[in-house]
């Protein structure tokens, strides 16, 4: 009989490694969802605001049910460890930052990180980071929630439900695409790619 997969292994089988960048969206999502009293959405009864694009995000699609096709989930480029949860069925919303550490990475741990980021670390110096990597993850994911993020209760953003529009096609390349980014240059309907920006310095 084949073991169900624990959470952690669902998002670390998604994203393709672990991380800590993974694990700060693994914490984020729990915390979100219990601060909301749901489980995973099924649709779109829940949304997510994430304000950065890093490795955290995909564990917050695998665990709230908020993913970027289904459109419940929005891209903020504030570059902060930050999500947003809310709930459309009850109106709550919380939004849990990460805090700043103030406690400095170990001396080898640091040498480490910048030989692998240069790729010039050799493979015993891998297996010790990869164990080093390990065993900070593992502490992460098992430290007390308000040591690590602030969960703030804030106003429901006005994210409406993901719409499908209709699909015009292009005059310039001919390709098919969505109504709402279409361009009307000269009585002709032009998509994104095909539009050139009119500017005279204004915004």
């Known amino acids: 009989m084949c073991r169900e ?7 670390v ?11 700060i969206g693994f914490r984020q999502a ?3 969802l ?14 997510a605001v994430v304000e ?26 504030a ?4 999500v947003t949860l809310a709930n459309r069925k009850s109106g709550k919303a919380v939004r849990i930052l990460r805090k700043l550490g103030n406690k400095p990475d170990d001396e080898q741990y640091t040498e480490l990180k910048a030989k692998i980021s240069a790729d010039s670390a050799s493979e015993e110096e891998k297996a010790v980071w990869g164990t080093l990597q390990k065993d900070r993850i593992e502490k992460f994911l098992a430290a007390p929630a308000d040591g690590l993020f602030t969960v703030t209760e804030v106003t429901m953003p006005g994210i409406e439900p993901a719409r499908i529009f209709q699909t ?7 390709e098919p695409f969505a109504e709402v980014k279409a361009h009307l240059v000269e009585g ?13 310095g204004w915004r």
């Open 5 to 11: 997969k624990t959470p952690w292994e669902k998002c």
């Open 13 to 23: 089988e998604f994203h393709g490694h672990q991380c800590m960048g993974l694990a």
């Open 30 to 32: 729990f915390i979100g």
């Open 34 to 47: 219990n601060a909301l009293g749901v489980t995973r959405a099924a649709d779109e009864e829940l949304f």
């Open 52 to 77: 950065n694009d890093a490795c955290g995000v995909d564990a917050i699609q695998v665990l709230t049910g908020c993913t970027l096709g289904k459109g419940n989930l929005i891209y903020k480029d």
């Open 79 to 82: 570059g902060k460890q930050a």
């Open 168 to 174: 015009v096609v292009c005059s310039q390349c001919g």
């Open 188 to 200: 002709k309907i032009i998509c994104s790619d095909c539009n050139e920006t009119y500017t005279r």
